[in-house]
């Protein structure tokens, strides 16, 4: 088992910036990519941004330009700077890990983060 461990999201002003962090511990193997997601009430779960094993990134078209999404190999963690938010932005924030494991690719989530943004 994986568990991942985010930080706390919070409450910011519309311009403002968040820095979300996720530290990923307990049976990692290989690890394929770690990403991070957010999800509305009533709302699937939309991907925010990816990071691969080899560093390529990839973003959701909303927040490109805005969003960075960064890896320290040696601590296992994801980092996920948010900068120019919107009230748009508000959601609950999950960490993602997909690993393989044997031959099956297997995905591990946090708990999710609240981040809001509003004046």
């Known amino acids: 088992q994986v568990q991942l461990v985010e930080s706390r999201g919070g409450l910011v002003q519309p311009g403002g910036s968040l820095r979300l962090s996720c530290a990923a511990s307990?049976?990692?193997?290989?690890?394929?990519?770690m990403g991070w997601y957010r999800q509305l009430p009533g709302k699937q779960r939309e991907r925010v941004a990816q990071?691969?094993?080899?560093?390529?990134?990839n973003y959701a078209d909303s927040v490109k330009g805005r969003f960075t999404i960064s890896r320290d190999n040696a601590k296992n963690t994801v980092y996920l700077q948010m900068n120019s938010l919107k009230p748009e932005d508000t959601a609950v924030y999950y960490c993602?890990?997909?690993?393989?494991?044997?031959?099956?690719?297997?995905?591990?989530w946090g708990q999710g983060t609240q981040v809001t943004v509003s004046s």
């Open positions: 993602n890990l997909n690993q393989l494991e044997g031959l099956r690719l297997v995905n591990y």
């Open positions: 307990g049976s990692i193997f290989i690890i394929n990519s």
């Open positions: 990071i691969t094993s080899g560093g390529g990134t």
